[in-house]
C-alpha cells in the first residue's frame, strides 16, 4: 500500500525548532519530488515546499524561506522538514505530498494524514 | 510568485446539477495546474493534473480545461459525495500556489 505517514509535530514555543518527518511506502522513493503543504486551522492549503528525487532543485513559500529548510534521506524513504523561528502563524496542520515525477514541477497525487504543529508560548 | 484566484468562493448546488469552479494565474502557466479536492478532517485528493488530465481512479463526472491564466473545473452531474472544498493548485513554478478554495455545498 501507497503510504505517507508524517511525525514530528507538537506545542512548541514561538522563536524555538521543530523537525517534522514524512516516511514514506510502498513506492520508490527517490524517484518522486516530494512537498510539504500546510493548512491553519479553519484556513485554506498552502504550499510551503518542495524537492526534486536527488535534491537538486529545491524551493519555498516566501513565507518560510531563510527558517525552514526541506530535506530527504531516499536510503531510509524519509523527508524532513526543519523548521526554525517559528512563529505563531506557522500553525497549522502540516501535509507530506508525492509528486507524480521525478522533478518539482508535477501535482500531487498521495498525501499523508498529517501532523499538527501548534506554536504557542 | 504567481498569485491564484479561484470564482466563485462558495456555491449552493442540488444533486444532479452541473457546476463549474474557475481559477484564474496572475501569469502563464501553460497547463501546469491541478484541482484538488478536501473533505472536512481529511487530506485533499488530486482530481485533475496538467490542466485536464483525469487522475487515476476519479470518475469522469470530473473533467479540467484551460490553458494560460484561465482554468476551469467540472462535475457534470453533482453527487453526494462532491460536497466539499476545491482548490487550485499552480506547479508551474517555485513558489506553487494555490488557489483560496471553493466551497460547494447543498442547496
Known amino acids: 500500500e501507497v503510504q505517507l505517514v508524517e511525525s514530528g509535530g507538537g506545542l512548541v514555543q514561538p522563536g524555538r525548532s521543530l523537525r517534522l518527518s514524512c516516511a514514506a511506502s510502498?513506492?520508490?522513493?527517490?524517484?518522486?519530488?516530494m512537498h510539504w503543504v500546510r493548512q491553519a486551522p479553519g484556513k485554506g492549503l498552502e504550499w510551503v515546499s518542495g524537492i526534486s528525487w536527488n535534491s537538486g532543485s529545491i524551493g519555498y513559500a516566501d513565507s518560510v524561506k531563510g527558517r525552514f529548510t526541506i530535506s530527504r534521506d531516499n536510503a531510509k524513504n524519509s523527508l524532513y522538514l526543519q523548521m526554525n523561528s517559528l512563529r505563531a502563524e506557522d500553525t497549522a496542520l502540516y501535509y507530506c505530498?508525492?509528486?507524480?515525477?521525478?522533478?518539482?514541477?508535477?501535482?500531487?497525487?498521495?498525501w499523508g494524514q498529517g501532523t499538527m504543529v501548534t506554536v504557542s508560548s | 510568485a504567481i498569485q491564484m484566484t479561484q470564482s466563485p468562493s462558495s456555491l449552493s448546488a442540488s444533486v444532479g446539477d452541473r457546476v463549474t469552479i474557475t481559477c484564474r494565474a496572475s501569469q502563464g502557466i501553460r497547463n501546469d495546474l491541478g484541482w484538488y479536492q478536501q473533505k472536512p478532517g481529511k487530506a485533499p485528493k488530486l482530481l485533475i493534473y496538467?490542466?485536464?488530465s483525469l487522475q487515476s481512479g476519479v470518475p469522469s463526472r470530473f473533467s479540467g480545461s484551460g490553458s494560460g491564466t484561465d482554468f476551469t473545473l467540472t462535475i457534470s452531474s453533482l453527487q453526494p459525495e462532491d460536497f466539499a472544498t476545491y482548490y487550485c493548485?499552480?506547479?508551474?513554478?517555485?513558489?506553487?500556489?494555490f488557489g483560496p478554495g471553493t466551497k460547494v455545498d447543498i442547496k
Open positions: 510502498g513506492f520508490t522513493f527517490d524517484d518522486y519530488a
Open positions: 493548485l499552480q506547479d508551474y513554478n517555485y513558489p506553487f500556489t
Open positions: 496538467a490542466a485536464s
Open positions: 505530498a508525492k509528486a507524480r515525477t521525478p522533478y518539482g514541477g508535477d501535482a500531487f497525487d498521495i
